[in-house]
T-cell receptor, first 115, second 111 residues
Framework: GAVVSQHPSWVICKSGTSVKIECRSL??????MFWYRQFPKQSLMLMAT?????????EQGVEKDKFLINHASLTLSTLTVTSAHPEDSSFYIC???????????FGPGTRLTVT | GESVGLHLPTLSVQEGDNSIINCAYS??????FIWYKQESGKGPQFIID?????DKRQGQRVTVLLNKTVKHLSLQIAATQPGDSAVYFC??????????FGPGTRLSVLP
């Protein structure tokens, strides 16, 4: 089946620093990648949708200058949390789709802890 | 620090019994639905999907029912096993775009 990986799986960073999270589709070409955020005991909240070669579309309330998304190839999307603060601590999950009304394949998630 | 989230509804079932997890979705225009299973510290795992032109779909040990009239989705798990313990989310979308996830239900399987 389709596999999506994320790196790193867990990162601890100091407040004010930036963190980059990678999302890769390992055995298929992902025309669309999605970034979600999940707080403890809560559901997934869509942050942004990115199509390869295009600017990401951000959901209302998500700061695009703080959460930089790059989808430079059909197998890689990156999310950079800039100037991270403790309230950015969360579980960040990406998913990838081959496009159309198809299934989304989820990555294992990245736990971000900002101290 | 981390936010304090809402307490997830929990369904406890005896091993071997059938489980029914319910979900109310919000958008009457949604035409594609997926059930996901999420184990602690892991990403969501696809279980089964259904399109709006169907009202029932069966997989291995799982059945999804869709009632568009009342915007209700359910996931039935037959002969529930300890490995089924997880949080289950329904997700709705229009033509596979921008999935919106439900709040989730924690399934606990009792020995």
């Amino acid at each position: 089946g389709a596999v999506v990986s994320q790196h790193p799986s867990w990162v601890i960073c100091k407040s004010g620093t930036s963190v980059k999270i990678e999302c890769r589709s390992l055995d298929f070409q992902a025309t669309t990648m999605f970034w979600y955020r999940q707080f403890p005991k809560q559901s997934l909240m869509l942050m942004a949708t990115s199509n390869e070669g295009s600017k990401a579309t951000y959901e209302q309330g998500v700061e695009k200058d703080k959460f930089l998304i790059n989808h430079a190839s059909l197998t890689l999307s990156t999310l950079t949390v800039t100037s991270a603060h403790p309230e950015d601590s969360s579980f960040y999950i990406c998913s990838a789709s081959e496009g159309g009304a198809g299934e989304q394949y989820f990555g294992p998630g990245t736990r971000l802890t900002v101290t | 620090g981390e936010s304090v989230g809402l307490h997830l509804p929990t369904l406890s079932v005896q091993e071997g019994d059938n489980s029914i997890i319910n979900c109310a979705y919000s958008n009457s225009a949604s035409d594609y639905f997926i059930w996901y299973k999420q184990e602690s510290g892991k990403g969501p795992q696809f279980i089964i999907d259904i399109r709006s032109n169907m009202d029932k779909r069966q997989g291995q040990r799982v059945t999804v029912l869709l009632n568009k009239t009342v915007k209700h989705l359910s996931l039935q798990i037959a002969a529930t096993q300890p490995g089924d313990s997880a949080v289950y989310f329904c997700a709705e979308s229009i033509y596979g775009q921008n999935f919106v996830f439900g709040p989730g239900t924690r399934l606990s399987v009792l020995p």
